[in-house]
């Protein structure tokens, strides 16, 4: 099943922050962050494995809670570049490399 | 080169031909997948390669698709009689071997559309 993610869009003053979610009713043992602008391939952000670990790097986190299946993906002081739809791919075994399953994903505009 | 490679990056064709789409992944990278996104739409797994073997074809969705992979490296993917159901843009990645959990690296994709 897909996961579920949201919200499905949002719309963000440069500077300000934004949390997008990512749930599954699978139990996960990856969950890997992409953000694709329009007309380009995603780009790998971040992966996240089971564990419930947190990751980052400058203003771009992540975290997953395995009890809930839930990851989120944390935009701090938004920049016009992070404007872009985003999405959670979520992989079920440790074995390595498998395939993911996509959420619908999350538009997110940054305007000036 | 540096990135994943996919030719043609757009395809036209009448409904009922056969089409052929082509991966160059990333050098050394033994994992190869196809993915599929519908206009404004998430990414939907087709076929998962492991060196010249597909463990997983679950994806597929109908026999009219089949892809193989050749020397652990460029993959086709192969739509018979096609439908107009079928235009999307495929995407490829790639993606090290190994029993880590690796990050996927995507090319730009072939946008097809059949008339």
């Known amino acids: 099943q897909q996961p579920v993610q949201s919200p499905q869009a949002v719309i963000l003053r440069e500077g300000e922050d934004a949390v997008i979610n990512c749930s599954s009713s699978?139990?996960?043992?990856?969950v890997h962050w992409y953000r694709q602008k329009h007309g380009e391939a995603p780009v790998f952000l971040m992966i996240?494995?089971?564990?419930?670990e947190q990751k980052g790097h400058e203003k771009i986190s992540a975290s997953f809670n395995e009890k809930k299946q839930q990851s989120s993906l944390y935009l701090t002081a938004s920049q016009l570049s992070y404007s872009g739809t985003y999405f959670c791919?979520?992989?079920?075994?440790?074995?390595?490399?498998?395939?993911?399953?996509f959420g619908t994903g999350t538009r997110l505009t940054i305007i000036p | 080169g540096a990135g994943v490679s996919q030719s043609p990056s757009n395809k036209v064709t009448e409904k009922g031909k056969d089409v052929e789409l082509r991966c160059d992944p990333i050098?050394?990278?033994?994992?190869l997948y196809w993915y599929r996104q519908s206009l404004g739409q998430g990414l939907e797994f087709l076929i998962y390669?492991?060196?010249?073997?597909?463990?997983?074809k679950s994806g597929l969705p109908s026999d009219r698709f089949s892809a193989e992979r050749t020397g652990g490296s460029v993959s086709t993917l192969t739509i018979q009689r096609t439908q107009q159901e079928d235009s999307a843009v495929y995407l490829c990645?790639?993606?090290?071997?190994?029993?880590?959990?690796?990050?996927?690296?995507f090319g730009d994709g072939t946008r097809l559309s059949i008339l």
């Open positions: 699978k139990a996960l043992y990856s």
């Open positions: 791919g979520t992989g079920i075994s440790n074995f390595g490399n498998e395939k993911l399953t």
């Open positions: 050098s050394g990278h033994t994992a």
């Open positions: 390669f492991q060196g010249n073997s597909a463990p997983d």
């Open positions: 990645a790639s993606s090290l071997g190994g029993n880590r959990n690796q990050p996927q690296h």
């Open positions: 996240l494995l089971k564990g419930g």
